[in-house]
Each structure stands twice: as C-alpha cells, then as structure tokens.
C-alpha cells in the first residue's frame, strides 16, 4: 500500500497559479498510477486529471485543459499538479489518489472508485 499528502493549498487572487504536490510513501511509487479530483461544497467529487504509472500518459479534464498540468518525479516519489490562470470555480478541496498499476476498463481513470488510496486533501481558494 501507500500513503498519500498534498500540500501546496492557498488562497490566490484570478488569474493566479499554484503547484500542489502530493508526496507518496514507500519505494514503489512507480508502480502506481495516480490521479487528481477535486470536490467543492455542496458538489460531487470531479475528476482533474490522469498520469500513469511511467509518466508516459495523461489525461485531462475539459473544464482545467490548457491551464493545469500533472507530472510527477518517481524518483522523488511526488506527484504535482501545476495550476495557472486560476479562476473562481477553481475553489475546492483537491485529492491525490493512486491505484495499483491503472485501472484497465475504458474509461475507469475518471472514476474515484477505482482508486483505493486517497491523501486528506488541500483546500484551493480563488478570490474574484
């Protein structure tokens, strides 16, 4: 298993940026294929963003696509996402969240239930 922590939360003005990382326990980093989501009050969980295990694929939500940007650094055992142009429907709790290897059903990336580990969250504010 792995444990999972996000850091890099804040308050920022429109039309900011912020980086999040999420730091990852264990030497088997690499093994695993993480995932961003995001939950604002009174919302469902949304999906964010996709890398696998390697590096070597990502995917995007529409709604953040040309602003953010996931990466990670398996030698560092950390996972980011990189956050520009900020705007206000930005603001929401953000999740990092791994699973084994990937998920293999088409499409199952998007879906938090296919990912067993979750870090506590980071709280992201954008003020208009």
């Known amino acids: 298993q792995v444990q999972l922590v996000e850091s890099g939360g804040g308050l920022v003005q429109a039309g900011g940026s912020l980086r999040l990382s999420c730091a990852a326990s264990g030497r088997t980093f690499s093994n695993y294929a993480m995932g961003w989501f995001r939950q604002a009050p009174g919302k469902e969980r949304e999906f964010v963003s996709h890398i696998t295990s390697s590096g070597g694929l990502t995917y995007i939500a529409d709604s953040v696509k040309g602003r953010f940007t996931i990466s990670r650094d398996n030698a560092k055992n950390t996972l980011y996402l990189q956050m520009n142009i900020l705007k206000p429907e930005d603001t929401a709790v953000y999740y990092c969240?791994?699973?084994?290897?990937?998920?293999?059903?088409?499409?199952?990336?998007?879906?938090?239930?296919?990912?067993?580990?979750w870090g506590q969250g980071t709280q992201v504010t954008v003020s208009s």
């Open positions: 969240a791994a699973v084994l290897w990937g998920c293999i059903e088409s499409g199952c990336y998007l879906r938090g239930a296919s990912y067993p580990y």
